[in-house]
Nanobody, 121 residues
Framework: VQLQASGGGLVQAGESLRLSCAAS????????MRWYRQAPGKQRELVAGITSGGIPNYADSVKGRFTISRDNAKRTIDLQMNRLKPEDTAVYYCNADVQPTATVFGTFKYWGQGTKVTVSS
C-alpha cells in the first residue's frame, strides 16, 4: 500500500492551499484516514481525520479553517486549508487504516511521504 501526498507549497498568511492524498496498492478496504503535521522541532500532531462514512474531526487549532474530505471510490482524501497562518507551517502527512485483503482481519496504518507547507507572514 502506498499513500501519495501532494499539494504543498509556499503561500502568504491568509491564503489557501489544498492537499491531496491518494492510496494505491493491495487494498480491500480503507477505514479512517487522517492528516498529520510536523513542524520543525515539534512532535507530529493530528490535524484532521475522517471516517469511512465521512464523519470528520479536527484539531482545535484548525477548526473553521480546514476541511477534510474523502472520495472512497478514488481512495483519496483532501485537506482544504483556508486562512493559513504562519503557525500552520509544517510537513503534512496523510495516514490511513487499511485492510489489505478480505482474509486479513484487522487493519494496518500506512503513511504518505509528506508534503511541505510554508506560510509566510
Amino acid at each position: 500500500v502506498q499513500l501519495q501526498a501532494s499539494g504543498g507549497g509556499l503561500v502568504q498568511a491568509g491564503e489557501s492551499l489544498r492537499l491531496s492524498c491518494a492510496a494505491s496498492g493491495t487494498i480491500f478496504s480503507i477505514y479512517a484516514m487522517r492528516w498529520y503535521r510536523q513542524a520543525p522541532g515539534k512532535q507530529r500532531e493530528l490535524v484532521a481525520g475522517i471516517t469511512s462514512g465521512g464523519i470528520p474531526n479536527y484539531a482545535d487549532s484548525v477548526k473553521g479553517r480546514f476541511t477534510i474530505s474523502r472520495d472512497n471510490a478514488k481512495r483519496t482524501i483532501d485537506l482544504q486549508m483556508n486562512r493559513l497562518k504562519p503557525e500552520d507551517t509544517a510537513v503534512y502527512y496523510c495516514n490511513a487504516d487499511v485492510q489489505p485483503t478480505a482474509t486479513v482481519f484487522g487493519t494496518f496504518k500506512y503513511w504518505g511521504q509528506g508534503t511541505k507547507v510554508t506560510v509566510s507572514s
